[in-house]
């Protein structure tokens, strides 16, 4: 099975806008040829059953690329490759190292919505790989279809002739015979010599529970088989391969993969951090001497502090942790401790979105409840005394006077919106200190480009740009450079004390509306006590802003204008629902809700 003449073999990847049925079609391409019976696809069920049960024997927990059997047309058997690619920006390396691996892409376009930001990102990674790419329209079933127009603006926009785009119903199944067909006849094969020595490209890399670190390549030149002894160019470790295979999604072993194929291999490798996506593979014994391009280390560039609500969960906080860094090396954590917040991790992440995600995940697999402070960027600080630094952690600033400059890292964001909103977007845009490069019309919807400091961006623009543009608008970024920047470093006080979990760099003209609005959640949600407590917000030793709790009454409830008992019932309630959740800090108890409130203002 595994000798497919090279000519009958298609590597592709579906890039698309989320939502816009790459799942679907990928499902659909796998059952018309057959990967999944029609039982099995029809109940969904069924489907999450076998893959629960494959996921207990630990056979496939993340089948990476599907390989798929395909009678055409001309009568001959093709082999396809499906490579899924990670759905979002942050992983912009690991898409173009899946896209690396392939051909051609299918560009999957709903045909109701057009183009979106993410539709450009990923068809630019698709051109920079080279790959030939098959417009597919899809949800032509939707009464809003519009495919005509959405023809014509791929054309305008992308610049890709759409003139043979297929058009499909990825939810139906119409028209997707078409791009099996497409797949054949549009898409290159790869090329590839088998009588060169071994040279692979490491796509992707997991931790299985049975299998411990499975391996995702493709084969460029020569070939691999168990049994043989590889190197990892990039780390210089030298592995014998257990296991040589593919998935259908179902695991299939074989005895060797030829140039072209992708497929998997273990290899007794210990740890996923021990493989690097984009690596080059050789044989150990006649090594070639150059390494496939493009091999570099995922960066962190984005970093926050995640503490345990309850300091009894730090233990399970560890762990839980430990495990999402098993198959995601890219996500970093080292331990931290907080005055305010007690024992907890900084953590390094790709992006915003990988930030979320792990955040998430956190909360959701492993039932914990945490409070994550503001996100911060890396800053590259000049001394006067001629050295540099990095800063990811406000709390290491160095004092004022020992800095010559600060420059924080930049990003140019791509947004699609509806025009009705775009008032509100270039705002939005414009009070995080952009500075607008390009407005052009993709139809009925303006594409906006912004060059943004990603510091105005961790704090919560996407949340902002959801709720100014009713949810219609869609944004894509990528880092450009560092710049010098007029940062300064906010502290709270709390009783005349620094909070260091809410330590900030902010930019100078930004300083006082944050300063202002964190001090005032906080005056909100510090209940009263025995004495006042001055809330502060101050750079350096000047103070910017300032609240006070005042001193506790006898009746907590006096203050209540009016006399409404059910308002009474619901402040004492309250009180009494805060304490328990209070974080001693000094002699002032901040109740949990105060940290994550003062950590979302927007200002
Ligand atoms: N009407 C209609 N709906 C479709 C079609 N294809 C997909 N959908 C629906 O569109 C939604 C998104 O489809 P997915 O396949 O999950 O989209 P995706 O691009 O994989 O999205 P992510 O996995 O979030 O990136 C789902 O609710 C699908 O049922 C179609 O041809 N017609």
Not at 265 to 291: F, L, Y
Not at 311 to 332: I, P, Q
Not at 454 to 473: C, P, T
Not at 543 to 548: L, Q
Request: hydrophobic residues 40%.
């Amino acid at each position: 099975m595994t000798t497919v003449p090279i000519d009958n073999i298609r590597n592709f990847s579906i890039v698309a806008h989320i939502d816009h049925g790459k799942s679907t079609l990928a499902d659909r391409l796998i059952q018309i040829t057959g990967g999944m019976s029609d039982r099995e696809m029809a109940g969904k069920e069924q489907v999450l059953d076998s893959m629960d049960i494959e996921r207990e024997r630990g056979i496939t927990i993340k089948a990476q690329t599907v390989r798929l059997k395909y009678h055409a047309k001309d009568g001959k058997d093709y082999i396809f490759n499906l490579m899924d690619t990670p759905g979002h920006v942050d992983f912009a390396y690991e898409v173009s190292r899946s896209l690396a691996a392939c051909e051609g892409s299918l560009l999957v376009v709903d045909a109701s919505q057009g183009v979106e930001a993410q539709t450009l990102a990923n068809v630019y990674h698709a051109l920079d790989a080279n790959h030939e790419i098959v417009p597919v329209l899809n949800k032509v079933d939707l009464p809003a279809a519009e495919p005509e127009k959405i023809k014509q603006q791929i054309e305008d926009v992308i610049g890709l002739d759409a003139s043979d785009a297929v058009m499909i119903s990825a939810k139906t199944g119409l028209g997707v015979p078409d791009v099996l067909e497409a797949i054949v006849t549009r898409l290159p094969p790869p090329k590839g010599d088998r009588e060169a020595t071994l040279k692979a490209l490491l796509v992707d890399s997991w931790y299985d529970v049975y299998l411990g670190v499975v391996v995702l390549v493709r084969i460029v030149d020569g070939v691999l088989k168990k049994g043989q002894r590889i190197r990892m160019m990039g780390t210089g470790a030298a592995y014998d391969v257990e296991r040589v295979g593919f998935f259908t999604p179902k695991m299939v072993n074989v005895e060797e993969l030829g140039p072209g194929e992708v497929g998997f291999i273990t290899a007794a490798i210990k740890e996923v951090a021990d493989t690097r996506v984009g690596d080059t593979i050789t044989d150990d014994k006649k090594p070639i001497t150059e390494m496939l391009p493009g091999f570099k280390p995922a960066i962190p560039v984005v970093f926050c502090g995640l503490f345990p609500v309850d300091a009894d969960d730090f233990e399970t906080l560890r762990a839980a942790m430990g495990k999402l860094r098993l198959n995601d090396a890219s996500f970093s954590f080292e331990m931290e401790t907080s005055a305010a917040l007690g024992f907890g991790f900084r953590c390094g992440f790709l992006g915003l979105l990988h930030l979320e995600i792990i955040q998430e995940r956190l909360s959701r697999e492993f039932d914990l409840n945490l409070i994550a402070t503001a996100p911060s960027v890396i800053y590259h600080m000049k001394l006067t005394d001629g050295s540099e630094m990095e800063i990811h952690n406000p709390v290491d600033m160095p004092d004022v006077v020992k800095i010559a400059e600060i420059q924080e890292p930049w990003i140019e964001a791509t947004i699609l919106t509806p025009d009705e909103y775009l008032g509100s977007v270039l705002k939005l845009c414009q009070d995080r200190r952009g500075n607008q490069k390009e407005l052009t019309y993709v139809g009925a919807r303006a594409m906006v480009k912004y060059d943004l400091p990603l510091n105005e961006v961790v704090f919560d623009f996407y949340d902002r740009l959801k709720s100014v543009s009713k949810g219609y608008a869609s944004f894509d970024y990528h880092l450009t450079d560092y710049k010098p920047a007029d940062l300064v470093k906010m502290q709270i006080l709390v009783n005349a004390e620094p909070v260091d979990a809410l330590s900030m760099l902010v930019h100078r003209t930004r300083a006082e509306g944050r300063g202002r609005a964190m001090v005032e959640k906080m005056k909100e949600l510090i209940p009263p006590h025995m004495f006042q407590i001055p809330i502060q917000a101050a750079i350096g030793g000047k103070v910017i802003a300032r609240e006070t709790v005042r001193a506790l009454r006898k009746d907590v409830t006096a203050k209540c204008y009016g006399g409404d008992i059910t308002r009474k019932r619901k402040l004492l309630e309250k009180q009494k629902e805060g304490k328990k959740k209070m974080r001693q800090f000094g002699k002032v108890d901040i109740p949990q809700e105060a940290f994550i409130a003062a950590l979302k203002v927007d200002s």
